[in-house]
């Protein structure tokens, strides 16, 4: 059975940084391209940025390209999204996924984490 478990969230002024961290289980990490998608008060999924299996391949959203950075160290079945110059709008609920098709349809979503950006 698949398992992610989103860490790291929690509250930041405008400008500040957090890293999320998403730890994998249940499947072949090392096999999977993931992704990060976001889900802020009252809309809709958003999908953030993905991985490639090797993580030599990454991709952004336009909203964040240039401030945040995925990775992932496969030797430990983890992904990160170091987020920077955070901005309210970034204000959501953050989660984990396993990609099915590149580079954002997926089939397993963790439980997520908050992150709220607020002066």
């Known amino acids: 059975q698949v398992q992610l478990v989103e860490s790291g969230g929690g509250s930041v002024q405008p400008g500040g940084s957090l890293r999320l961290s998403c730890a994998g289980s249940?499947?072949?990490?090392?096999?999977?391209?993931m992704g990060w998608v976001r889900q802020a008060p009252g809309k809709g999924f958003e999908w953030v940025s993905s991985?490639?299996?090797?993580?030599?391949?990454?991709t952004y959203a336009d909203s964040v390209k240039g401030r945040f950075a995925i990775s992932r160290v496969n030797a430990k079945n983890t992904m990160y999204l170091q987020m920077d110059n955070l901005k309210p709008e970034d204000t959501a609920v953050y989660y984990c996924?396993?990609?099915?098709?590149?580079?954002?349809?997926?089939?397993?979503r963790g439980q997520g984490t908050q992150v709220t950006v607020s002066s």
């Open positions: 249940g499947f072949i990490f090392s096999r999977s391209a």
């Open positions: 996924v396993a990609l099915r098709k590149w580079p954002d349809e997926y089939e397993d």
């Open positions: 991985i490639s299996m090797n993580g030599f391949t990454t």
